[in-house]
Antibody, heavy 121, light 108 residues
Framework: QLQLQESGPGLVKPSETLSLTCTVSGGSISSSDYYWGWVRQPPGKGLEWIGY???????YCNPSLKSRVTISVDTSKNQFSLKLTSVTAADTAVYFC?????????????WGQGTLVTVSS | SYVLTQPPSVSVAPGKTARISCGGNNIGSKSVHWYQQKPGQAPVLVIYYGSGRPSGIPERFSGSNSENTATLTISRVEAGDEADYYC???????????FGGGTKLTVL
């Protein structure tokens, strides 16, 4: 069974860079059949798509975050990562990694448990 | 950018049918996905491509999509269905995924 697990600091200072990694187990991130993405959810609010990456490195990002977001992939470690620069309190959220079920317009069929990142000094 | 509109809340008695709407301009031409999220948990895909049901999702969950409204229907509602539900589409104009604001389903 495919599993995804987010990891990274739970506390980031304002203006600094948030960095998270998603480790995939039970399947290969190098499959040509899927995209791998990030979604976040501020406390008590709804879901917001951040972006996704293909195993070859191609990415799509939410236009509202694009200038601050970098998503990368490390196929040798079966991991992909998120960097969000110049964070503010508005970036406080639970961050989920997820697999998109196909390379068309498929939904996210596997998710990590999520990790809370708080932006505070 | 593309906007999806969901009612903030829907209430239903056990055993009855719940219908959760997701409104969007010409959403009938788009692929809609639905997620169930319980408190403290990750979302779970319950309907994909408008009406597909992933393995393990009960047949009580179904989806439809027409013109400007997509609908998630839950038949014979159970207490365990109480959760937040989100719709999702791909906005091909700006190349990004959009989520609806979410609907809290309360089982009375």
């Amino acid at each position: 069974q495919l599993q995804l697990q987010e990891s990274g600091p739970g506390l980031v200072k304002p203006s600094e860079t948030l960095s998270l990694t998603c480790t995939v187990s039970g399947g290969s991130i190098s499959s040509s059949d899927y995209y791998w993405g990030w979604v976040r959810q501020p406390p008590g609010k709804g879901l917001e798509w951040i972006g996704y990456i293909y195993y070859s490195g191609g990415t799509y990002c939410n236009p509202s975050l694009k200038s601050r977001v970098t998503i990368s992939v490390d196929t040798s470690k079966n991991q992909f990562s998120l960097k969000l620069t110049s964070v503010t309190a508005a970036d406080t959220a639970v961050y989920f990694c997820a697999r998109q079920m196909d390379t068309g317009a498929g939904g996210n069929d596997f998710w990590g448990q999520g990790t809370l990142v708080t932006v505070s000094s | 950018s593309y906007v999806l509109t969901q009612p903030p809340s829907v209430s239903v008695a056990p055993g009855k049918t719940a219908r959760i709407s997701c409104g969007g301009n010409n959403i009938g031409s788009k692929s809609v996905h639905w997620y169930q999220q319980k408190p403290g948990q990750a979302p779970v895909l319950v309907i994909y491509y408008g009406s597909g049901r992933p393995s393990g999702i009960p047949e009580r969950f179904s989806g439809s999509n027409s013109e400007n409204t997509a609908t998630l229907t839950i038949s014979r509602v159970e207490a365990g269905d109480e959760a937040d539900y989100y719709c999702q589409v791909w906005d091909s104009f700006s190349d990004h995924w959009v989520f609806g604001g979410g609907t809290k389903l309360t089982v009375l």
